[in-house]
């Protein structure tokens, strides 16, 4: 089974489905919500399967287009995961928003999500150079 990568907005029930597969509650909680901080994303990616059409993940950015983008989300149903669904979407945004000045994510602290990341060249903040860098977060 193969996938695509397409330039669309998912209707609500798609995304709820998604983000409810991969236990992403605090977004399904208030599934408008969800649908219009997707609708109002720089950039929503999503990878269908060709056969049926599918939804099996999707990517989304935050950016100004010039100075920063910010991966919101990247995710990808469980059972579709581990056939480079995650990577392609990802790749397919690392290539749109290669002109923006800096790229920043938040994940999980897992060694494995490390990996990926920086299987795509992307650093830890600790771990830039030449300047140290610190990130501050506040969730509510």
Do not use: K
Not at 50 to 62: F, P, V, Y
Not at 115 to 140: C, G, I, K, M, Q
């Amino acid at each position: 089974m193969g996938f695509s990568i397409r330039d669309e907005c998912p209707g609500r029930a798609e995304l709820v489905a998604l983000y409810e597969s991969v236990g992403w509650s605090a977004y399904t909680a208030a599934p408008e919500r969800l649908e219009q901080a997707v609708a109002g994303s720089h950039l929503v990616l999503c990878a269908r399967d060709e056969d049926n059409g599918n939804l099996l993940g999707l990517a989304r950015t935050i950016s100004d287009g010039q100075t920063i983008a910010y991966l919101q989300d990247l995710l990808v149903a469980p059972g579709h995961q581990r056939r480079g669904i995650g990577g392609a979407l990802l790749d397919e945004v690392l290539d749109r928003t290669h002109e923006i000045r800096q790229f920043v994510l938040l994940t999980d602290a897992e060694p494995a999500q490390r990996a990926f990341y920086e299987s795509r060249r992307l650093v830890e903040t600790h771990d830039a150079r030449p300047n140290e860098l610190r990130a501050f977060v506040r969730l509510a």
